[in-house]
């Protein structure tokens, strides 16, 4: 079954940047969308940003010009770059592809 790991979370300041990773363990990880989501506290879950096995992307309004997302399909890897990183940003960030959730990695904007 596929498995998806995430990785790249952590602490950063406002204005600053992370990348964030999401690792398959079956290449035919490939050939779907994938999507990148977030929950922060409180809230639900929201979509963040997608990318097609084509490499066509989608993003959130609130995320439009400081995300890009990515995937290197020789690494079975969808990346999520994000700058200009704020304060709202702050939220479990998760992976899906194929109906398959990852677990999460934290992202905390904070000064």
């Known amino acids: 079954q596929l498995q998806l790991v995430e990785s790249g979370g952590g602490l950063v300041q406002p204005g600053g940047s992370l990348r964030l990773s999401c690792t398959a363990s079956e290449i035919i990880f490939n050939f779907y969308t994938v999507a990148w989501h977030r929950q922060a506290p409180g809230k639900q879950r929201e979509l963040v940003a997608t990318?097609?096995?084509?490499?066509?992307?989608t993003y959130a309004s609130s995320v439009k010009g400081r995300f890009t997302i990515s995937r290197d399909n020789a690494k079975k890897t969808v990346y999520l770059q994000m700058n200009d990183l704020k304060a709202e940003d702050t939220a479990v960030y998760y992976c899906k592809g194929m109906n398959i959730w990852g677990q999460g990695t934290q992202v905390t904007v904070s000064s």
């Open positions: 990318i097609d096995d084509r490499g066509g992307t």
